[in-house]
């Protein structure tokens, strides 16, 4: 058995669960409700305080869906129950983040600012010029919008300029040596 996939979700007070018979599953909390359509082939049930999930039988890829399906599961009644955020850096001479109403305003170093819009159901919020956390219900869409702001100009190696995650560490290298 997966050990993943054995595990029953816990659901947290006001957050409800449904399963309709296509696997379509439905949680919706304090936070606000997420919808996903989840492989036919795995049982979810709601047993009481809890979901479980469970495969016909022992084939690869029963086995890989089984741990999958409960993790989905699992991501939507925290999401919907507590939220995801993922932090961000801004490090450089002259690199700066602001906001102003749903556009981030990020000068990377370029000879443009360049403007990020927050998609549905994702919040960013700027501390001091340099801080971005990216918020909201659905993790997937949270780490999505985090890595499309980190592409914007990722850390390099020499001087560690660029946009990382606040707890990336950057594996720094030596620069040029002089001639002798």
Partial sequence: MSRIGRQPIVIPAGVTVDVTSSNQVTVKGPKGSLVRTLPLEMEIKVEGAEVKVSRPNDLKKMKSLHGLTRTLVNNMVVGVSTGFEKALEINGVGYK????????????????????????????????????????????????????????????????????YANEVIRRKVGKTGKK
């Fill in 97 to 164: 983040v602001a906001k102003a109403g749903k556009k981030l305003t990020l000068n990377l170093g370029y000879s443009h600012p360049v403007e990020m819009e927050d998609p549905e159901g994702i919040e960013t919020v700027v501390e001091g010029n340099n801080k971005i956390t990216v918020k909201g219900i659905d993790k997937e869409k949270v780490g999505q919008f985090a890595a499309e702001i980190r592409d914007k100009r990722r850390p390099e190696p020499y001087k560690g300029k660029g946009v990382k």
